[in-house]
């Protein structure tokens, strides 16, 4: 299994920015899917989560702001990010739960992406 994440970068306050998570590979189903970021020095932080049934579950700091969905037949995950502030500036992460055409439940990260907001 792989995940490709995309669509990080460099915005002013106040823009927005939409990331996605691509998973590949033995997929049968996915469980969940989820956006963490880390920030330097900090720990890594759950930011949204998506399970299967569409159900949603967001970070108070975030919450209102973004919006986390996903494309099923794509296996892909999305984070619309809007109203962005310097404090969400770090590298943002994309974390899969799923099970795999062997039977075997697989969790795993992508590779990260850069999200820098000025001020």
């Known amino acids: 299994v792989q995940l490709q994440a995309s669509g990080g970068g460099l915005v002013e306050a106040g823009g927005s920015l939409r990331l996605s998570c691509a998973a590949s590979?033995?997929?049968?189903?996915?469980?969940?899917m989820s956006w963490y970021r880390q920030a330097p020095g900090k720990t890594r932080d759950l930011v949204a989560t998506i399970a299967s049934d569409g159900s949603a579950a967001y970070a108070d700091s975030v919450k209102g702001r973004f919006t986390i969905s996903s494309d099923n037949a794509k296996n892909t995950v999305y984070l619309q990010t809007q109203s962005l502030k310097p404090e969400d500036t770090a590298v943002y992460y994309c974390?899969?739960?799923?099970?795999?055409?062997?039977?075997?439940?697989?969790?795993?990260w992508g590779q990260g992406t850069q999200v820098t907001v000025s001020s």
């Open positions: 590979g033995s997929i049968f189903s996915i469980n969940a």
């Open positions: 974390y899969v739960d799923l099970l795999t055409t062997f039977g075997d439940r697989y969790v795993g």
